[in-house]
């Protein structure tokens, strides 16, 4: 409407200075979409308004959606950048409980270690005596070891460039070794294991870290399972897939937090969990490898002190029965 108002006023400019022609034909005769009414007045046709009209609708309807959308994008872009701060908040709380509980670990076992040492070097101590010392220290040296080779060991799996080598292995050699090794320590802990491993299944895996999977999770099932309990291992063909289940009677967990305790340093955080030790690296690391096979780890639990049940399947390649 501006426009035609405006090109009138052009209009009515050009003729005056021609000062021939009447005003009005000039103006019907340039601009098609003008008439002369009854009463001799110069209107813009009823047409021509509609048209403008449709197209003032549709630009607004446009403007509209356009307005909508860009909100909708505005608000996805705000809910989002809430979300990744929020996680970030949760990972660094996570990471700062994480590096006390990891400076704890590390600190345990080298103060105990230069105990020991002091004690060796400064007394006169019976050859049986020196003896249990020196294994104390060995076994202390190798707490020490297995935390610094899962922390490395996390770092690599961290690392996307990271290509685990696959070779095809016999999975129920390494449950059998690390059953042998753990077995004592969950007698002396007042545990009871049952354990039924089938022999020969072969599936393609990094021998060190299926032997990483298999300890983490008895280790797990050893530390959160007070005296008296029972634990179960078990490792059998299910399918095309070899199955590997670590139950226990211990102190479990809420199945809300099935999911999150697979998380990266996550630990739960009631007291039961913060009386045993960790880093809450472990059970990441046994999904971690799982996948890395192909296969996959979850966990199932009742509640808290109704015991859990953990899982890992990887492809099943050879099996002595097939
Ligand atoms: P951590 O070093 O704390 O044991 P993990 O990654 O192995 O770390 O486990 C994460 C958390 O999952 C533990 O802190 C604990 O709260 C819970 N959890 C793991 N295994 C068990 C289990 N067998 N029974 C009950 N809770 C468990």
Do not use: C
Not at 197 to 208: C, H, M, N, V, W
């Amino acid at each position: 409407m501006e426009l035609w108002t405006q090109q009138q006023r052009i209009a009515q400019g050009q003729q005056s200075l021609q000062g021939s022609v009447g005003l009005d034909s000039w103006l019907l005769a340039t601009f098609p979409d003008l008439e002369q009414t009854a009463t001799g007045d110069i209107e813009i046709r009823e047409s021509a308004r509609e048209r403008l009209d449709r197209l003032a609708g549709g630009r607004m309807r446009m403007f509209i959606a356009e307005g909508v959308f860009f909100a909708l994008i505005l608000l996805g872009g705000i809910y989002y950048m809430y979300r990744t701060l929020q996680e970030e908040v949760a990972v660094e709380h996570r990471q700062s409980i994480f590096l006390s509980a990891t400076s704890h670990e590390l600190k345990t076992p080298i103060t105990a270690i230069r105990l020991y040492l002091d004690t060796l070097t400064s007394r006169e101590l019976s050859a049986q005596k020196q003896a249990e010392l020196l294994s104390k220290m060995g076994y202390d040296l190798t707490r020490l070891s297995d935390l610094i080779e899962r922390l490395l060991l996390a770092q690599a799996v961290i690392n996307p460039s990271h290509t685990p080598q696959l070779v095809a292995l016999d999975l129920s050699e390494a449950v059998k070794h690390v059953l042998g090794e753990l077995e004592q320590r969950a007698e002396s802990d007042g545990l009871t294991i049952e354990s039924s491993i089938a022999d020969d299944l072969t599936a393609l895996a990094d021998p060190e870290r299926w032997q990483l999977v298999v300890s983490n999770l008895l280790d797990n099932a050893i530390k959160y399972t007070p005296r008296g309990g029972h634990i179960g291992i078990r490792l059998s063909a299910s399918g095309d897939w070899v199955r590997l289940t670590v139950e226990d009677s211990g102190i479990g967990f809420e199945p809300e937090e099935s999911e999150q305790i697979f998380g990266r340093f996550y630990r739960i955080g009631n007291e039961d969990t913060r009386k045993a030790k960790g880093t809450g690296l472990g059970l990441y690391l046994v999904r971690e490898i799982a996948q890395s096979f192909g296969g996959r780890a979850w966990a199932e639990s009742e509640g808290l002190n109704r015991g859990s049940t953990f899982y890992v399947e990887v492809p099943l390649v050879l099996s002595s029965r097939t």
